[in-house]
């Protein structure tokens, strides 16, 4: 393994540059392990991209040094925080990890290029242990549509997981303003196809061909209240949420309580039961009240971007508020005209008397296109049709 | 002919942390040390550089300030969604294709049908084909698309296109490439991990003052004093929907100055907060008191 450009005499003691050479090589390996221990994605190509930037800067100035590493490992405004983190772990009292595992034998480089990996906990069982495998039988299937998530055993959990992933694979689409070619005849045509076709024809254009619209999926947020009271439906929203999470990219999920928290990334990944957990543990106020006017008001402040571009918002919660009714109406005034829809989710809304008498509810449904209940499976199909019909 | 006593100055080189700062400060834009070290090191390893930031920081005047220092050719891709190689390398002149093809007689052979003189050069063509040094500024990739990413990617990777109908054409020299991105979206991992990464924040009081200085030589220091503190207690509010940003801090200083005597600040407030809510708030808490 050649050493990096680093090692190479430049003026000076060949073998003290070396030997200095040894010492960055293996610091910057444990920086980039470390930095994967926080969640950072960061390959070879940057480590040895590291490498060549400590070479044109003066690498013996140390905050020099420190922002060229920064700007070279970290990729975006997430990554800045954990590599301030990373840095300080490694740098700051020269701590190595991985000094005792089996893979210390290797060499810093090969640690830092093998590929990090989730284990699955051993501890953790896939679904509970009494949990019965519901036949595929229609009848039941059907009960299990219709069933109130309030009411669900831990088996008719499980059983739903499959169902709520189908259906999290439908998604509202949007026109997009990239085009396509198109067998129809449209209004845009297609000169280049048109060109290529005529050189058939001896140069004359006999056979003319079109573009055409080309759709896209429509940018979902999801937000979920998950006070004491929603927790059933959170739970079940949530699984939607993820499953829709790990089906494609355009989804945003954020949970609130008294505080908005976005969960997204940790709902990333295959494993269901971990990415639940995950969301679970960053989350903190899971049954402290809420406070639905503030969480919007971060919503609209600091995720605005995300959420305008005419992306679908889907709230679920069922209105009891202790906050500022006033505060409500204005955000909620806010999100409308960011958002392409915005839909409310609430389970009290599945009773067919129902009216939203509520402070909360009263301040936030003139500025909802759609108020649903959310409350089942069946409900939750109404939802994606209504999503798709946007 | 112009007289050739008057020597024009001749592009700065860098190749060093201080000689960015230097040459971005000649050209007006003042940026701090962590700024001037990663453009540094991306005209020293050629790397790509994405800049993120706010609204209204000065990301694309990055480009601009680079390019006027070191006297190469600034060229600029704004992205939007549905940019695609027609619009960002290269298209066919169809109109021409099809006169030539009728002005021919009989068949017209397809090696002088796809020629040069027909290719229109969009701005990533122009950048690699140039003579010259190039500074390309590829604008709110953020815009853009999963689809254009995946070209830009491997753009950013050879620096040569291929026309099917001409080859591949490779770049003479690399340009420096600067992308900027507002954070509406996620750039893909395999972009972002290609560039050089930095965000830019607002600047602080004091360098700010000396931007509004550079940018609006003559306007005096009380004005600019006032201005600059008016903004920071601004952006301290922490609920407006939408916070000032560097570009506005100048334009509210040259509406002061326009003005005269006869403007306050709370009156021209339409020059630094573009959102109703905001204006309204900011007057009813009496935020710009004092200032």
Same mark, same amino acid.
């Given at each position: 393994?050649?050493?990096?450009?680093?090692?190479?005499?430049?003026?000076?003691?060949?073998? @003290?540059?070396?030997?200095?050479?040894?010492?960055?090589?293996?610091?910057?390996?444990?920086?980039?392990?470390?930095?994967? /221990?926080?969640?950072?994605?960061?390959?070879?190509?940057?480590?040895?991209?590291?490498?060549?930037?400590?070479?044109?800067?003066?690498?013996?100035?140390? *905050?020099?040094?420190?922002?060229?590493?920064?700007?070279?490992?970290?990729?975006?405004?997430?990554?800045?925080?954990?590599?301030?983190?990373?840095?300080?772990? $490694?740098?700051?009292?020269?701590?190595?990890?991985?000094?005792?595992?089996?893979? +210390?034998?290797?060499?810093?480089?090969?640690?830092?290029?093998?590929?990090?990996?989730?284990?699955?906990?051993?501890?953790?069982?896939?679904?509970?242990?009494?949990?019965?495998?519901?036949?595929?039988?229609?009848?039941?299937?059907?009960?299990?549509?219709?069933?109130?998530?309030?009411?669900?055993?831990?088996?008719?959990?499980?059983?739903?997981?499959?169902?709520?992933?189908?259906?999290? @694979?439908?998604?509202?689409?949007?026109?997009?303003?990239?085009?396509?070619?198109?067998?129809?005849?449209?209004?845009?045509?297609?000169?280049?196809?048109?060109?290529?076709?005529?050189?058939?024809?001896?140069?004359?254009?006999?056979?003319?061909?079109?573009?055409? *619209?080309?759709?896209?999926?429509? *940018? $979902?947020?999801? $937000?979920?209240?998950?006070?004491?009271?929603? +927790?059933?439906?959170?739970?079940?929203?949530?699984?939607?949420?993820?499953?829709?999470?790990?089906?494609?990219?355009?989804?945003?999920?954020?949970?609130?309580?008294?505080?908005?928290?976005?969960?997204?990334?940790?709902?990333?990944?295959?494993?269901?039961?971990?990415?639940?957990?995950? /969301?679970?543990?960053?989350?903190?106020?899971?049954?402290?009240?809420?406070?639905?006017?503030?969480?919007?008001?971060?919503?609209?402040?600091?995720?605005?971007?995300?959420?305008? @571009?005419?992306?679908?918002?889907?709230?679920?919660?069922?209105?009891?508020?202790?906050?500022?009714?006033?505060?409500?109406?204005?955000?909620?005034?806010?999100?409308?005209?960011?958002?392409?829809?915005?839909?409310?989710?609430?389970?009290?809304?599945?009773?067919?008397?129902?009216?939203?008498?509520?402070?909360?509810?009263?301040?936030?449904?003139?500025?909802?296109?759609?108020?649903?209940?959310?409350?089942?499976?069946?409900?939750?199909?109404?939802?994606?049709? @209504?999503?798709?019909?946007? | 002919?112009?007289?050739?006593?008057?020597?024009?100055?001749?592009?700065?080189?860098?190749?060093?942390?201080?000689?960015?700062?230097?040459?971005?400060?000649?050209?007006?834009?003042?940026?701090?040390?962590?700024?001037?070290?990663?453009?540094?090191?991306?005209?020293?390893?050629?790397?790509?550089?994405?800049?993120?930031?706010?609204?209204?920081?000065?990301?694309?005047?990055?480009?601009?300030?680079?390019?006027?220092?070191?006297?190469?050719?600034?060229?600029?891709?704004?992205?939007?969604?549905?940019?695609?190689?027609?619009?960002?390398?290269?298209?066919?002149?169809?109109?021409?294709?099809?006169?030539?093809?009728?002005? #021919?007689?009989? %068949?017209?052979?397809?090696?002088?049908?796809?020629?040069?003189?027909?290719?229109?050069?969009?701005?990533?063509?122009?950048?690699?084909?140039?003579?010259?040094?190039?500074?390309?500024?590829?604008?709110?990739?953020?815009?853009?698309?999963?689809?254009?990413?995946?070209?830009?990617?491997?753009?950013?990777?050879?620096?040569?296109?291929?026309?099917?109908?001409?080859?591949?054409?490779?770049?003479?020299?690399?340009?420096?490439?600067?992308?900027?991105?507002?954070?509406?979206?996620?750039?893909?991992?395999?972009?972002?991990?290609?560039?050089?990464?930095?965000?830019?924040?607002?600047?602080? #009081?004091?360098?700010?003052?000396?931007?509004?200085?550079?940018?609006?030589?003559?306007?005096?220091? #009380?004005?600019? #004093?006032?201005?600059?503190?008016?903004? %920071?207690?601004?952006?301290?509010?922490?609920?407006?929907?939408?916070?000032?940003?560097? %570009?506005?801090?100048?334009?509210?200083?040259?509406?002061?100055?326009?003005?005269?005597?006869?403007?306050?600040?709370?009156?021209?407030?339409?020059?630094?907060?573009?959102?109703?809510?905001?204006?309204?708030?900011?007057?009813?808490?009496?935020?710009?008191?004092?200032?």
């Amino acid at each position: 393994m050649s050493e990096p450009a680093l090692a190479t005499a430049r003026d000076g003691d060949t073998g @003290r540059l070396a030997a200095a050479g040894d010492g960055v090589t293996g610091r910057l390996g444990a920086l980039v392990a470390e930095l994967r /221990a926080r969640g950072a994605r960061v390959g070879v190509g940057e480590l040895l991209a590291a490498h060549r930037a400590l070479d044109a800067i003066d690498a013996s100035a140390r *905050p020099d040094a420190r922002l060229a590493l920064r700007a070279v490992l970290s990729c975006d405004h997430a990554d800045l925080a954990r590599f301030d983190a990373a840095f300080v772990a $490694v740098f700051g009292d020269g701590r190595a990890p991985g000094r005792d595992t089996p893979l +210390s034998e290797l060499g810093a480089i090969e640690r830092a290029a093998l590929p990090s990996m989730g284990m699955p906990d051993a501890a953790g069982a896939p679904a509970a242990p009494d949990a019965e495998r519901v036949p595929a039988a229609y009848s039941a299937v059907e009960l299990l549509r219709e069933k109130d998530f309030a009411r669900y055993t831990a088996a008719e959990t499980v059983a739903a997981r499959e169902l709520i992933a189908r259906l999290a @694979r439908r998604h509202p689409r949007r026109r997009s303003r990239r085009m396509h070619r198109s067998h129809r005849r449209t209004h845009t045509p297609d000169l280049r196809g048109t060109v290529r076709a005529s050189l058939r024809t001896g140069g004359e254009p006999v056979y003319r061909r079109w573009r055409g *619209p080309t759709t896209r999926p429509r *940018p $979902v947020v999801l $937000v979920c209240d998950v006070s004491g009271s929603m +927790s059933p439906y959170a739970r079940m929203l949530l699984q939607y949420t993820q499953a829709s999470v790990a089906a494609r990219r355009r989804v945003e999920a954020f949970a609130f309580g008294t505080r908005l928290t976005r969960i997204t990334f940790e709902l990333t990944g295959r494993d269901h039961d971990r990415a639940l957990e995950r /969301a679970a543990a960053a989350v903190t106020d899971f049954s402290g009240g809420t406070r639905i006017g503030e969480a919007l008001a971060e919503l609209n402040r600091v995720h605005g971007r995300r959420v305008g @571009r005419g992306a679908v918002v889907v709230i679920l919660s069922d209105g009891w508020d202790r906050g500022d009714p006033e505060q409500l109406a204005a955000e909620m005034a806010r999100l409308r005209r960011a958002a392409h829809r915005v839909v409310w989710l609430n389970p009290l809304a599945a009773h067919p008397d129902y009216e939203p008498l509520t402070r909360g509810m009263r301040a936030a449904v003139p500025h909802t296109d759609e108020l649903l209940a959310g409350n089942s499976i069946a409900s939750l199909e109404q939802l994606a049709d @209504r999503l798709e019909a946007m | 002919m112009p007289p050739d006593d008057v020597a024009t100055p001749a592009p700065v080189e860098i190749d060093s942390i201080e000689s960015a700062g230097a040459a971005l400060a000649g050209q007006g834009y003042l940026a701090d040390r962590a700024l001037s070290l990663v453009v540094d090191l991306a005209v020293v390893l050629e790397s790509p550089l994405l800049l993120e930031g706010e609204a209204g920081v000065g990301k694309t005047e990055v480009a601009r300030a680079l390019a006027a220092a070191l006297k190469a050719r600034l060229i600029r891709l704004q992205c939007h969604e549905g940019i695609d190689v027609h619009h960002a390398v290269y298209d066919w002149d169809y109109a021409r294709q099809l006169l030539a093809l009728r002005a #021919a007689e009989g %068949g017209v052979d397809e090696g002088e049908l796809f020629d040069r003189r027909f290719l229109l050069r969009r701005p990533l063509l122009e950048a690699l084909e140039s003579e010259e040094r190039v500074v390309l500024l590829i604008d709110e990739i953020d815009r853009a698309d999963d689809e254009f990413e995946a070209f830009l990617l491997e753009f950013l990777a050879d620096f040569a296109v291929t026309v099917p109908e001409l080859g591949t054409i490779a770049a003479r020299r690399r340009p420096i490439v600067i992308l900027t991105s507002n954070r509406t979206r996620e750039l893909h991992d395999a972009l972002k991990r290609r560039c050089l990464y930095h965000w830019i924040d607002y600047p602080n #009081a004091e360098r700010e003052r000396a931007i509004v200085r550079s940018r609006l030589p003559g306007v005096p220091e #009380a004005i600019a #004093a006032r201005v600059v503190e008016a903004v %920071g207690k601004l952006r301290e509010l922490g609920d407006l929907y939408k916070l000032p940003g560097v %570009g506005e801090t100048i334009v509210w200083a040259q509406a002061l100055l326009a003005l005269g005597d006869a403007a306050s600040l709370e009156e021209t407030l339409g020059a630094a907060l573009k959102v109703h809510e905001d204006v309204l708030r900011v007057r009813e808490r009496g935020v710009l008191d004092g200032v």
